[in-house]
């Protein structure tokens, strides 16, 4: 069989793939654009980086200079040998960081964080000063292999490499401001060329974000708004036929019902009896002798006597006479019982026999049985009422369960609060109230370590009791986790071995209602292995795939009778534990089967699609 799409439809499709094309072309220079820029402006960054640490170190050159300048105009011709020592070091020093420094802002020096690549300005600046820094740090060096040997060494033999140091220093300091300003001129230039780069990212991402306001989502707006309105026709147009299938089902149910009546076999009316003009009966015929039992000896007998048990009395036979009287027939369906006490219906019509003079002469009593058709009306009301009835029972039911689930949540409540938080509290006041610092301070110290205690105790049956109302990993970090807190704390309450499997993903998070109603379908079978199955161990295990998620808590208990469930329902006489059960199962889609044998354990099985879960709100 071919399909052919009509044109209508071939423009749309190709009018949406046209709009996703523009729309991923759009998404793809917008993103472009935006990778590019960060990888542009990291790059100045890390090149502004660099050039702040750079400027520190060219600046710096300038203060060592001056210092090696100093420690040389410290040297005196008069001067104790321990004060030469002192300039001697100092001057060592800062030759080594001034020569290494003046090296890495050429070359680069990783240890310093230099990059070294200067601009063909800094070189040139460079060439002009290398010369006055080469002879300062030759005389430096001078003076300081000079004091090395001899630190009383006589002034006039230092003299020639002070003057060497003052006569370049000058023309030292000159050069490398300059190149600091220069470096200082080219890191703003490069922070003007990042404001721009900015400017003209931004100014091609609103550009994009404009194209696409006009040419992709605008369009997709107004063909999604068309299309909304077409599905909004089609939803009423499903509605009018919806509520017509109705209307025809109903009619129809009403034929089959009307078609059930019809199918039960309607007997030609035939003489049941004969009266005369008073209504005495005069006559029984063989077919209602065998119907009803009644005998001749009923003769005589007024008409209303020939159906027992029925609702006929003199005002009815009154009305009879009167109205044959007239020459009219009476009929009506009379209900009545035969010999052995049975609910019997007629289609009873009395019809007045005239005489030659046109007298009511006598009255035949005619009738057909309908007593099968009568009981199919009522086996079909009875089964009508019965459902209603399940309906309303299975309905209180629900109410009684939620109610009474309510009072034994609060019961329980209330004792944990009283029975366990109450009696610690009390207890804790209490031994706060004992406590008496002026006296024994070790027993006062004690009693503070029972106290701390005490309150861990509090802490923890509190932490228990809120876990039991809602444990907060549920909410915090799925349905695994809490299956596993859960499992493991309520093992130390119990002998029975817990087990807890996990397959699959177990970092998958469902809506908050679905893992609140799968906890709580799980938490109520594993609290009915642990009340009633008598088994030594339980097995909790949950798989997650790609097609839906299966839990199985399973148990080696004494089993019990599966009749008492029934498939996807529960009857009211098997208790509120399944009913909860199977009624939080439908709430989320999924499906529950329990399997149970007498004496070979239990098995509830949890099903639920995980393309289901995610509808569920």
Known sequence: MTLEFNSES?????????????????????????????????????????????????GRQRMISQRITKCALLLKPVQDSSQRIEILNEMKGALQLWTISHNGLQKGNDSLRLPGNN?????????????????????????IETLSKDPDASYDTLGPFIEGILEHQHAFLD?????????????????????????ALL????????????????????????????????EKNAKKLSKEIGALYSSLEKSYEELSHVNVPVETPKIYAKTDRGGNVIFISDLFTEL?????????????????????????????????????????????????????????????ALN???????????????????????????????????????????????????????????????????????????????????HDESVAQHKLSEIQQLIKQVIKEVRRVTFNLKPTVLGDYGLPAALNVFIREIGKLTDIELVYTMEGDSAFRLPQKVENNIFRIIQEAINN????????????????????????VSDNGKGFDEKLVEARSVNIESGGGFFNMYERTEYINGLLDIRSTPGSGTAVVLRVPVKTLLTVA
């Open 119 to 143: 601009s063909t300005a800094v070189t040139a600046m460079f060439d002009q000063i290398n010369n006055h820094h080469l002879a300062m740090r030759t005389n430096a060096a001078a003076i």
């Open 529 to 552: 292995a642990i009340k009633y199955s008598e088994a030594s161990r339980i097995e909790v295990k949950l798989e997650m795939t790609e097609a839906d998620l299966l839990i199985t």
């Open 10 to 58: 071939k423009l749309k499709f190709n009018r949406f793939s046209k709009l996703g094309m523009w729309y991923i072309l759009a998404l793809s220079v917008i993103a472009t654009v935006s990778i590019v820029g960060q990888f542009l402006i990291q790059n100045h960054l890390d090149n502004q980086l660099s050039d702040s640490h750079v400027i520190n170190v060219a």
């Open 356 to 438: 030659e003079k046109t007298e009511v002469e006598e009255w035949l009593v005619l009738g057909s049985d309908i007593t099968l058709q009568k009981q199919a009306e009522k086996n079909i009301r009875a089964k009508s009422k019965a459902e209603i009835e399940k309906k309303i029972n299975q309905q209180k039911f629900r109410s009684v369960l939620i109610l009474e689930g309510q009072e034994e949540e609060r019961k329980r409540l209330a004792m944990d609060i009283h029975d366990g938080i109450g009696q610690m509290l009390t207890s804790l006041k209490f031994q706060i109230e004992s406590i008496d610092l002026k």
């Open 292 to 352: 009803s039992g009644r005998e001749l000896s009923l003769k005589s007998s007024p008409l209303k006597d020939l159906f027992p048990a029925s609702n006929l009395n003199d005002e009815w036979m009154e009305e009879v006479i009167d109205q044959l009287s007239e020459g009219n027939a009476w009929q009506g369906v009379i209900h009545y019982q035969d010999r052995k006490e049975k609910d019997r219906w007629a289609d009873i019509m009395i019809v007045p």
């Open 203 to 234: 100014i091609i991402s609103i550009v994009v974000i404009i194209l696409e306001i006009l040419f992709v989502f605008r369009p997709t707006a107004l063909q999604v708004n068309k299309t909304v309105n077409q599905l909004i026709a089609s």
């Open 175 to 199: 050069g490398m401001n300059a190149i600091v300003f220069q470096y200082d001129h080219e890191a703003k230039q490069k922070i003007s060329r990042l404001s721009t780069l900015e400017y």
